[in-house]
């Protein structure tokens, strides 16, 4: 029998005979304290079941439950033991597809009509639980892939033997199976020692979903289910979902009448409302007014262009698939516009340039239109018609480590303004394939390395991912749940000034090509207003909310009263409404708080008698009455706060 060696990294290697199980070894190195927590096992750095016999020299790292390895082999052997329990409960009128386990949680794809739903998901949880309870032991083993197919296909698994055929093209010989109780999945792994190991899952939604994600494929019943190490943080998790439900931009958009997509106008398609339609505009009230300070000049421009222009920009060749069939008018082409940034090179050339002017900035809320499929359209998140809050940057090489510092300090200035504090920072570098010389490549990247740096911001950086035409920035911003959305891009781009033969006279008196810079810091404000909704839950800070206060009378003796304060505060600039209908104080106050109104100034004849307004606010507080001017003051304290 051979001998190999075992060793923890940094501590000295044991010699054992070839053969033993990943488990054993652990026993060999480990006391049982420091191993209880291994789930599986990194074996010279790859992810290892413990029951894997090793038979060459081993580096053996652990892999505990509650780590982010850990958890993701506890979920994907949850969606084994939910397909079992599938097939258990449902035998042959199902088929298994694919069960990965994603953020948060797993899913399975089934087969089978009609279709799973949640009245389900009771049924399926306790068998999951039954198989649990039973402590069924997950087995490996290979399978030559000829002898898979035939295994698979005599099954009726048809799925299974879709994704054989693609490893056999691949050239695989032998695949692997794993196996718990009757139940075999074609797998990688690895998997849990056992099926005691799944301690606290949960079934969570079913949705259609196409088999490869194409929609000519049959439609499959994707289950959802979440499983962690610890029951804690199941049940953190699950009051997460709770919370995100009631916070549902879709559900609170139509409560506060913020917006509407209707069938008629097409999806995709936002209407807002007069609530959402104030909101957007104090957004970019406020967008226009902090560009304005740091030295940003605003552009409008139209929303289609003539289809050459695209074909210059080359928007036609690398994102034509994005774009809307053309318009003819007066028989030349014409499209809609997926982005702002060609238009602002016609601005640009449109003049002659100097040095001396540089840095050139320009901003837009430009409205892009890009097509999305049908099934991937989601609320203000993922909508066809959109607009940017984009700029463009045109300045010399070595102005852009300071403008992109300026761009990043601005950035964050406005994120916090929409109280986003917590934020993850990616830089993207360049890709395989690129335009542009590495000299240009270098000088960017180590500007933005640079005024990140200075600017103290940690991040992270995400080799090869760039775009096609230059390194650049992402901002993903965390809201109040602590779920992530990316906002904010910074983009160098070397390839449109090129495209446009943009120049700009240098101090030497010769004709130089500008650097360009796009950037976005909310991305789209369809989008990032569907995240201040759920980051806020609607309850939006005094400064941004559509109503800021509404009037409610006691009784109708004091109705003339109060349209003269509503009359007085409108005139102050306070965004007021009033409720004089004869119905009883608390219904009213009731309605208020459920528009998430920050301020209710509530008049009986006392008020009336005294010139004054009893102020409330949407937590119940009261505030000592006031005159409708010191309310008013307040209001333009308040608001000067939040956007200071
Ligand atoms: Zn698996
Ligand atoms: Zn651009």
């Given at each position: 029998?051979?001998?190999?060696?075992?060793?923890?990294p940094?501590?000295?290697?044991?010699?054992?005979?070839a053969?033993?199980?990943?488990?054993?070894?652990?026993?060999?190195?480990?006391?049982?304290?420091?191993?209880?927590?291994?789930?599986?096992?990194?074996c010279?750095?790859?992810?290892?079941?413990?029951?894997?016999?090793?038979?060459?020299?081993?580096?053996?790292?652990?892999?505990?439950?509650?780590?982010?390895?850990?958890?993701?082999?506890?979920?994907?052997?949850?969606?084994?033991?939910?397909?079992?329990?599938?097939?258990?409960l449902?035998?042959?009128d199902?088929?298994v597809?694919?069960?990965?386990?994603?953020?948060?949680?797993?899913?399975?794809?089934?087969?089978?009509?009609?279709?799973?739903?949640?009245?389900?998901?009771?049924?399926?949880?306790?068998?999951?639980?039954?198989?649990?309870?039973?402590?069924?032991?997950?087995?490996?083993?290979?399978m030559?892939?000829?002898?898979?197919?035939?295994f698979?296909?005599?099954?009726?698994?048809?799925?299974?033997?879709?994704l054989?055929?693609?490893?056999?093209?691949?050239?695989?010989?032998?695949?692997?199976?794993?196996?718990?109780?009757?139940?075999?999945?074609?797998?990688?792994?690895?998997?849990i020692?056992?099926?005691s190991?799944?301690?606290?899952?949960?079934?969570?939604r079913?949705?259609?979903?196409?088999?490869r994600?194409?929609?000519?494929?049959?439609?499959?019943?994707?289950?959802?289910g979440?499983?962690?190490?610890?029951?804690?943080?199941?049940?953190?998790?699950?009051?997460?979902?709770?919370?995100a439900?009631?916070?549902?931009?879709?559900?609170?958009?139509k409560?506060?009448?913020?917006?509407?997509?209707?069938?008629e106008?097409?999806?995709?398609?936002i209407?807002?409302?007069?609530?959402?339609?104030?909101?957007?505009?104090?957004?970019?009230?406020?967008?226009?007014?902090?560009?304005?300070?740091?030295?940003?000049e605003?552009?409008?421009?139209p929303h289609?262009?003539?289809?050459?222009?695209?074909?210059?920009?080359?928007?036609?060749?690398?994102?034509?698939?994005?774009?809307?069939?053309a318009?003819?008018?007066?028989?030349?082409?014409?499209?809609?516009k997926?982005m702002?940034?060609?238009?602002?090179?016609?601005?640009?050339?449109?003049?002659?340039?100097?040095?001396?002017?540089?840095?050139?900035?320009?901003?837009?809320?430009?409205?892009?239109?890009?097509?999305?499929?049908?099934?991937a359209?989601?609320?203000?998140?993922?909508v066809?018609?959109?607009?940017q809050?984009?700029?463009?940057?045109?300045?010399?090489?070595a102005?852009?480590?300071?403008?992109?510092?300026?761009?990043?300090?601005?950035?964050?200035?406005?994120?916090?303004?929409?109280?986003?504090?917590?934020?993850?920072?990616?830089?993207?570098t360049r890709?395989?394939?690129?335009?542009?010389?590495?000299?240009?490549?270098?000088?960017?990247?180590?500007?933005?390395?640079?005024?990140?740096?200075?600017?103290?911001?940690?991040y992270?950086?995400?080799?090869g991912?760039?775009?096609?035409?230059?390194?650049?920035?992402?901002?993903?911003?965390?809201?109040?749940?602590?779920?992530?959305?990316?906002?904010?891009?910074?983009?160098?781009?070397?390839?449109?000034?090129?495209?446009?033969?943009?120049?700009?006279?240098?101090?030497?008196?010769?004709?130089h090509?500008?650097?360009?810079i796009?950037?976005?810091?909310?991305?789209?404000?369809?989008?990032?207003?569907?995240?201040?909704?759920?980051?806020?839950?609607?309850?939006f800070p005094?400064?941004?909310?559509?109503?800021?206060?509404?009037?409610l009378?006691?009784?109708?003796?004091?109705?003339?009263?109060?349209?003269?304060?509503?009359?007085e505060?409108?005139?102050?600039?306070?965004?007021?409404?009033?409720?004089?209908?004869?119905?009883?104080?608390?219904?009213?106050?009731?309605?208020?708080?459920?528009?998430?109104?920050?301020?209710?100034?509530?008049?009986?004849?006392?008020?009336?008698?005294?010139?004054?307004?009893t102020?409330?606010?949407?937590?119940?507080?009261?505030?000592?009455?006031?005159?409708?001017?010191?309310?008013?003051?307040?209001?333009?304290?308040?608001?000067?706060?939040?956007?200071?």
């Amino acid at each position: 029998m051979t001998d190999i060696s075992i060793s923890i990294p940094g501590e000295e290697a044991k010699t054992v005979a070839a053969g033993i199980t990943a488990q054993e070894a652990l026993k060999e190195l480990l006391s049982k304290k420091q191993r209880k927590q291994a789930i599986a096992v990194l074996c010279n750095g790859e992810a290892t079941d413990l029951s894997a016999t090793l038979q060459a020299d081993t580096v053996l790292e652990l892999i505990p439950a509650d780590s982010d390895e850990g958890v993701h082999i506890l979920r994907h052997s949850t969606a084994h033991i939910m397909a079992q329990a599938v097939k258990e409960l449902f035998g042959q009128d199902v088929k298994v597809a694919i069960g990965p386990s994603i953020e948060d949680g797993y899913y399975y794809d089934f087969d089978r009509d009609p279709a799973f739903n949640p009245d389900d998901f009771v049924a399926i949880e306790e068998r999951m639980a039954e198989i649990v309870k039973a402590r069924l032991p997950f087995e490996r083993r290979m399978m030559p892939i000829a002898e898979a197919l035939a295994f698979f296909a005599d099954q009726g698994e048809s799925y299974k033997v879709e994704l054989l055929k693609d490893l056999e093209t691949k050239g695989e010989e032998s695949v692997s199976l794993y196996q718990q109780g009757a139940f075999i999945d074609l797998c990688r792994g690895p998997h849990i020692p056992d099926t005691s190991w799944l301690k606290s899952f949960k079934l969570l939604r079913v949705a259609g979903s196409y088999w490869r994600g194409d929609e000519r494929n049959p439609m499959l019943t994707r289950i959802y289910g979440t499983a962690f190490s610890d029951k804690k943080d199941l049940k953190k998790y699950l009051n997460r979902i709770e919370e995100a439900k009631k916070r549902d931009h879709r559900k609170l958009g139509k409560e506060l009448a913020l917006f509407t997509i209707q069938d008629e106008v097409g999806p995709g398609l936002i209407l807002w409302q007069p609530r959402g339609a104030m909101l957007r505009k104090l957004i970019e009230d406020y967008w226009k007014d902090a560009h304005y300070k740091n030295g940003y000049e605003l552009l409008y421009t139209p929303h289609i262009a003539r289809q050459d222009l695209w074909k210059t920009s080359g928007h036609l060749d690398f994102y034509g698939e994005n774009m809307y069939s053309a318009i003819e008018i007066d028989e030349v082409a014409y499209q809609l516009k997926p982005m702002n940034c060609p238009f602002h090179i016609g601005v640009y050339n449109a003049t002659k340039h100097s040095y001396r002017e540089f840095p050139v900035r320009w901003c837009e809320l430009g409205t892009v239109y890009r097509y999305e499929r049908t099934g991937a359209l989601h609320g203000l998140m993922r909508v066809r018609g959109f607009t940017q809050d984009d700029a463009h940057i045109f300045c010399r090489p070595a102005q852009l480590e300071e403008e992109i510092f300026n761009i990043i300090d601005l950035n964050l200035q406005v994120l916090k303004t929409f109280g986003f504090t917590d934020y993850d920072v990616y830089l993207s570098t360049r890709p395989e394939k690129y335009v542009g010389s590495d000299e240009h490549w270098d000088l960017s990247t180590k500007a933005l390395q640079g005024a990140m740096e200075k600017k103290g911001l940690a991040y992270e950086v995400d080799p090869g991912e760039g775009v096609f035409y230059g390194p650049k920035i992402d901002i993903k911003i965390k809201d109040q749940l602590g779920r992530s959305w990316q906002c904010s891009t910074i983009q160098v781009d070397f390839n449109l000034p090129e495209r446009f033969g943009m120049t700009y006279t240098g101090q030497d008196g010769a004709e130089h090509q500008p650097i360009m810079i796009h950037r976005a810091l909310m991305g789209s404000l369809e989008r990032f207003i569907g995240v201040l909704i759920e980051h806020y839950a609607g309850a939006f800070p005094l400064w941004m909310a559509p109503e800021q206060a509404r009037i409610l009378n006691i009784t109708d003796a004091q109705a003339d009263y109060c349209s003269g304060i509503y009359s007085e505060l409108r005139q102050a600039g306070v965004r007021v409404e009033q409720d004089l209908r004869n119905e009883k104080l608390n219904y009213k106050i009731r309605e208020a708080q459920m528009m998430k109104t920050p301020y209710m100034l509530i008049i009986g004849d006392r008020e009336m008698e005294e010139g004054t307004v009893t102020v409330r606010k949407r937590n119940g507080d009261n505030l000592p009455p006031m005159t409708p001017q010191e309310f008013a003051d307040l209001v333009r304290k308040e608001c000067e706060q939040g956007t200071a």
